[in-house]
């Protein structure tokens, strides 16, 4: 799981420019499952088709999303900094003072204006500096509309933790990778579908159109959430080690409790440890899951995830691989 984590951190996928990271899921998915393909919306997607003759399967849907946060270039100053606009929900105070990379490889810094207070801190006030002697100089480089992000990579911690960037939503794209390879050994009777999506951060957009085309029977997104285990954090049933988290709620879905509480079952009889996540503010793409087409049964497996939307997200690989196990011995079942 930690290799697979560097590798899939290692390379940006900023919302709306997926493709990078798409490819090299290519590589990684296209030897476990039966088809792959990519969608007019962007969206990478691999089924695995399952042992039961075809009219009794079911469809089942496992959903992570690709992209991550970043800034798209809106203005070149004469002096050569470079102002930009948020791609998703930008947390400028962990933000600065911190590197960027752009599409083309290129580095920068994104820093705020001279004298600016920290309660100041927020898109108007900041601008990247790639170094550039003048607004001639940056445009040899940069161009209106280019997108950038802060800077991957990871940071292994005590035991199985790491820190790093961007661990929303790579950490979900691992399980995902990590349950192919399970039932690669394993088949199921089910068609199970695995859909890395686009442009979570920016409203769910790609996972409404995925299980629009797939129309699902039963789907699982698989993201982090917040915890309620850091210093001065808000009372929160679900910390940093735990296990799976099984959602319950967030504000933007409400999951089918059937399936929850039949997950939780499941983590018991097989002892796999987990925990019930109710996420006050914020969502995930299970609900353009569950309100795609016809709709679908909708369940949601967690990594609790401390520091989220920053450059130093903190995990447990143990909670991934729960993920990983509980949704395997789900899937059995």
């Given at each position: 799981m930690l290799n697979l984590m560097k590798t899939l951190t290692a390379v940006r996928g900023i919302s709306g420019r997926e493709k990078t990271l798409s490819d090299k899921l290519l590589t990684i998915v296209a030897p476990l499952t039966d088809k792959c393909w990519t969608d007019s919306m962007g969206n990478f997607i691999a089924v695995r088709y399952g042992t039961a003759p075809e009219e009794e399967r079911g469809r089942i849907m496992l959903c992570a999303h690709m992209d991550e946060i970043g800034f798209l270039?809106?203005?070149?100053?004469?002096?050569g900094f470079i102002r930009v606009n948020a791609i998703g929900g930008i947390n400028w105070v962990a933000a600065s003072y911190s590197t960027v990379v752009f599409g083309n490889g290129l580095k920068g810094i994104l820093v705020p204006e001279a004298g600016t207070a920290p309660a100041d801190l927020k898109q108007e006030k900041m601008y990247i500096d790639i170094g550039a002697k003048d607004k001639r100089d940056a445009e040899r480089r940069v161009q209106i509309g280019d997108f950038c992000a802060?800077?991957?990579?990871?940071?292994?911690?005590?035991?199985?933790?790491?820190?790093?960037?961007?661990?929303?939503?790579?950490?979900?794209?691992?399980?995902?990778?990590?349950?192919?390879?399970?039932?690669?050994?394993?088949?199921v009777a089910d068609d199970i579908y695995f859909v890395f999506s686009v442009q979570e951060e920016v409203g769910v957009r790609?996972?409404?159109?995925?299980?629009?085309?797939?129309?699902?029977?039963i789907g699982i997104a698989y993201d982090v959430t917040g915890t309620g285990d850091s210093a001065g954090a808000k009372p929160m049933a679900c910390s940093v080690g735990g296990g799976a988290a099984i959602k319950l709620k967030d504000s933007s879905v409400i999951c089918d409790y059937e399936l929850a509480q039949d997950l939780a079952e499941v983590a018991k009889e097989a002892d796999i440890k987990h925990q019930f996540e109710i996420l006050v503010a914020g969502g995930t793409d299970t609900s353009a899951m569950q309100m795609s087409g016809s709709g679908c049964r909708v369940a949601a497996?967690?990594?609790?995830?401390?520091?989220?939307?920053?450059?130093?997200?903190?995990?447990?690989?143990?909670?991934?691989?729960?993920?990983v196990d509980l949704t395997v011995a789900w899937l059995k079942k």
């Amino acid at each position: 799981m930690l290799n697979l984590m560097k590798t899939l951190t290692a390379v940006r996928g900023i919302s709306g420019r997926e493709k990078t990271l798409s490819d090299k899921l290519l590589t990684i998915v296209a030897p476990l499952t039966d088809k792959c393909w990519t969608d007019s919306m962007g969206n990478f997607i691999a089924v695995r088709y399952g042992t039961a003759p075809e009219e009794e399967r079911g469809r089942i849907m496992l959903c992570a999303h690709m992209d991550e946060i970043g800034f798209l270039v809106t203005y070149i100053e004469d002096s050569g900094f470079i102002r930009v606009n948020a791609i998703g929900g930008i947390n400028w105070v962990a933000a600065s003072y911190s590197t960027v990379v752009f599409g083309n490889g290129l580095k920068g810094i994104l820093v705020p204006e001279a004298g600016t207070a920290p309660a100041d801190l927020k898109q108007e006030k900041m601008y990247i500096d790639i170094g550039a002697k003048d607004k001639r100089d940056a445009e040899r480089r940069v161009q209106i509309g280019d997108f950038c992000a802060l800077e991957g990579g990871i940071t292994r911690l005590c035991g199985r933790r790491i820190a790093g960037r961007p661990m929303d939503d790579r950490i979900g794209c691992a399980v995902l990778v990590k349950i192919a390879e399970k039932l690669k050994e394993e088949p199921v009777a089910d068609d199970i579908y695995f859909v890395f999506s686009v442009q979570e951060e920016v409203g769910v957009r790609g996972a409404k159109t995925a299980t629009f085309g797939i129309a699902p029977d039963i789907g699982i997104a698989y993201d982090v959430t917040g915890t309620g285990d850091s210093a001065g954090a808000k009372p929160m049933a679900c910390s940093v080690g735990g296990g799976a988290a099984i959602k319950l709620k967030d504000s933007s879905v409400i999951c089918d409790y059937e399936l929850a509480q039949d997950l939780a079952e499941v983590a018991k009889e097989a002892d796999i440890k987990h925990q019930f996540e109710i996420l006050v503010a914020g969502g995930t793409d299970t609900s353009a899951m569950q309100m795609s087409g016809s709709g679908c049964r909708v369940a949601a497996l967690s990594i609790p995830t401390r520091y989220i939307h920053s450059g130093v997200e903190m995990l447990d690989l143990n909670d991934a691989e729960a993920c990983v196990d509980l949704t395997v011995a789900w899937l059995k079942k």
